[in-house]
C-alpha cells in the first residue's frame, strides 16, 4: 500500500510513519522542510500544507492509495484535502480529537454546566458552539503547533471530510496524547516538583476525581496504522483511548511512582487551593470516552504497555525539558501555606 502522511514528521507522525514502513507500506511524508527524523530513505515531499494544491503534481506522481492528514484544524483546510484527493486516492484518514464533542464543551464552559451522560461513544451528541477556545488560547497553540490555524474547527474539518461524496472517509477521534517528542509537556508538572524535591502534591478535590481521554504515542499511532490499512474502517469514525480511564489523581499517582517519588499527594478542598492549582474547567463533566468499536471492528489493542508507556515519556522528559516555564506554574510559598492549613 502507497501511503502519504500530510505532517508526517511531527509527535504521532514519526512513529506512524515508522510503523507503516516496516509493516512494509511504502510511505511519503509531505512537510514544508524542516528537519524531518523519520527513518532515512522515505520519500519527501515538501511544500504548504495551507496551499496542497501548488504541490498537485508531486503528490499525484507518488499516487497514494490512502492519504492521511495528521494536521487539520479548519474547514477550508479539509476543503483543500478532499478537492485534492478526489481525483487522486480512493481513501482519506483524518484525525480529529474528543474537543469535538458536547461533552467537551460543557467541560469548558461553552454548553451549559449539566453533565453529558458518560461513557461517550461515537454517536455522542457534538457540540453546538463552535468556538471552543479564545483568540489568546488559539494563539497559545499555535506558539507550539505551526499547524494550528484561527479558526479551528475540528467539526467543521469532520463534516467536509465526512460529507465530501468521498466514500472512503475515516475520522480518529484523538485522545489527550502523551510520550517522547511531547510539545505540550504534560509530565513537567509532576516531573519538576519531584526533581524541586517537593515532599507532597496538592490537588484539588475536584480535580483530583476528574477523568478524561489519554493515550501513549506509539498506540495512538498504531491505532491510525490499522485504520489506514483495513477496509472495514471506510466511511466510519473511531474513538482512540486507554481504558479504564482514571481519575486525574490516580494518573498522578502513577507517574510519582515510576518516577521514583516517595511523597504524599494531599487533596484539598477547593477554597483551600492555591490559585495556581484550580482545575480551569467545570470538572463535574468527566471525558469518559469508549473505544469499543475500534477494538472490535479493527482488532486495536495497546502495543506498549502502561508502565512503560510511563517510563518512556518520564525519560524523555527528563532529557527535554521545556524551553520556557512559567513560574506562576510552581508557587511552592503558596502550596507550603496550604499544606500548612491543613495539616
Known sequence: MRVLLIGGNGFIGFHLAKQLHASGHEVAIFHRGENCPVAPGLPHIHGDRNRLGESREQLQHFAPDVIVDQILSSGEQAG?????????????VALSTADVY???????????????P???????????????????????????????????????????????????????????????????????PVLKRIADQRRSM?????????????????????AIALAVTNEVATGRIYNVCEEPCVPELEWQKRIAEQGDWTGQFVVLPVASTPKHLLFPGNAAQHVVVSSDRIRSELGYSEIVGKD????????????????????????????????????
Do not use: C
Request: zero cysteines; a negative charge.
Open 80 to 92: 483543500q484535502l478532499m478537492q485534492l484527493s478526489r481525483d487522486m486516492t480512493k481513501r482519506v
Open 102 to 116: 458536547h461533552a467537551w464543551g460543557v467541560l469548558h464552559g461553552v454548553e451549559g454546566r449539566e453533565p453529558e
Open 118 to 188: 458518560l461513557p461517550i461513544t461515537e454517536n455522542s451528541p457534538l457540540r453546538t458552539t463552535r468556538k471552543l477556545y479564545s483568540p489568546e488560547a488559539i494563539r497559545m497553540l499555535q506558539n507550539i503547533f505551526t499547524w494550528a490555524m484561527e479558526d479551528y474547527d475540528k467539526i467543521a474539518v469532520e463534516e467536509i471530510v465526512m460529507g465530501s461524496g468521498n466514500p472512503g472517509a475515516t475520522i480518529l477521534r484523538l485522545p489527550m496524547v502523551y510520550g517522547p517528542g511531547d510539545l505540550l509537556h504534560r509530565f513537567f
Open 202 to 222: 496538592i490537588l484539588p478535590e475536584n480535580f483530583a476525581a476528574w477523568r478524561g481521554p489519554r493515550g501513549y504515542v506509539e498506540n495512538v499511532a498504531h
Open 308 to 343: 512503560e508507556a510511563l517510563r518512556r515519556t518520564i525519560a524523555w522528559e527528563r532529557a527535554n525539558l521545556p524551553k520556557v516555564v512559567d513560574p506562576q506554574q510552581f508557587d511552592y510559598a503558596a502550596e507550603d501555606s496550604a499544606l500548612a492549613d491543613a495539616a
